[in-house]
């Protein structure tokens, strides 16, 4: 078959049948980019920075819709009230948030058991790839701007250690600083006291800024364009599938115009047969179409001569 197989016009036809193929692959692959699009952000102004208190209210559940956006508040940190989370990424290096506890000023204060005059909200300050390279928050009155976020899950059976946290867990972080706060966490961008910037942009040195961006949107899968994608895929193998069958054919005929050429050779010569002499049967016509002819009678003993 691979004699039939590289006759020029298959040559051609197999060059011809993966070009063919090349192109639906190419449109499988422009389907299957199309059947996930990215959806619509919920919201297209959490670039434009409004009062956290205006936002988000404390002692409820953190509303999707205000994820990502960006918040001012004023208020004033506490430096008795930080910790450092681990496991925190920076450019590929592996270090640690600085996350404190910040007062907000004017903010509603919760009622019932447990509850404290002052409601705070955590907040991301910066990175540091050691711990020693922590410093205190800044002190008096702050304002503050940044990206509002939703509270991390806590890491189970799991013990950060002294002045540590397994995430920005805001369960965790007000049973160790025993605080009411809001359902969320603030990661600083600027932090400004009386008009000065004190932030980890600003100060440099070993503490980072975190420079959190908004979270991508959700993709959603088109169900229809990656079905036109897969059956793109199947035309590809189909296309080479007939060219295999066009040369399995081509190579069965071969090989019966073979078989019938053996055959033909093999066949023997007609034999010749001498025509009869018309002499040689010594009938007339009229006995050998005679059924009864007569026969010749015996001669009588008793006629003698």
Do not use: C
């Not at 919760?110 to 300050?125: D, Y």
């Amino acid at each position: 078959m691979l004699k039939t197989a590289l006759k020029p016009r298959w040559i051609a036809g197999l060059v011809f049948a993966i070009a063919i193929s090349g192109v639906f692959v190419l449109l499988s692959q422009w389907q299957f980019g199309r059947s996930t699009q990215a959806e619509a952000p919920v919201s297209t102004t959490t670039e434009e920075t409004r009062q956290l208190t205006s936002v988000l209210q404390p002692g409820g559940f953190f509303p999707g819709s205000v994820a990502d956006q960006m918040v001012s508040v004023t208020g004033s940190y506490d430096p008795r009230k930080q910790v450092l989370v681990p496991g925190r990424l920076n450019d590929g290096a592996k270090g640690y948030w600085i996350v404190s506890a910040f007062a907000v000023k004017d903010a509603p204060a919760l009622l019932g058991g447990g509850a404290t005059p002052q409601t705070w909200i955590p907040v991301a300050r910066g990175w540091v790839a050691d711990p020693a390279d922590a410093v205190a928050p800044p002190s008096g009155t702050i304002e503050l701007t940044g990206r509002l976020l939703p509270s991390e899950s806590p890491l189970p059976h799991t013990d950060p250690g002294p002045g540590r946290a397994s995430a920005v867990s805001v369960a965790e972080l007000i049973n160790d600083w025993n605080i009411s706060s809001y359902p969320g966490f603030v990661a600083a961008s600027t932090e400004l006291a009386g008009g000065t910037d004190v932030g980890a942009s600003a100060t440099g040195g070993d503490v980072k800024p975190l420079r959190i961006g908004p979270q991508p949107p959700a993709q959603q899968l088109n169900g229809l364009n990656l079905f036109y994608s897969v059956e793109w895929v199947v035309f590809a193998g189909f296309a080479l599938f007939i060219w295999w069958r066009l040369v399995k054919d081509d190579y069965r005929r071969d090989l019966e115009d073979e078989l019938d050429e053996e055959l033909a050779g093999d066949e023997p010569p007609a034999e010749h047969h001498p025509a009869e002499h018309p002499a040689a049967d010594h009938r007339t016509a009229e006995q050998a179409t005679d059924p009864h002819p007569t026969a010749p009678r015996p001669t009588d003993p008793r006629v003698q001569s």
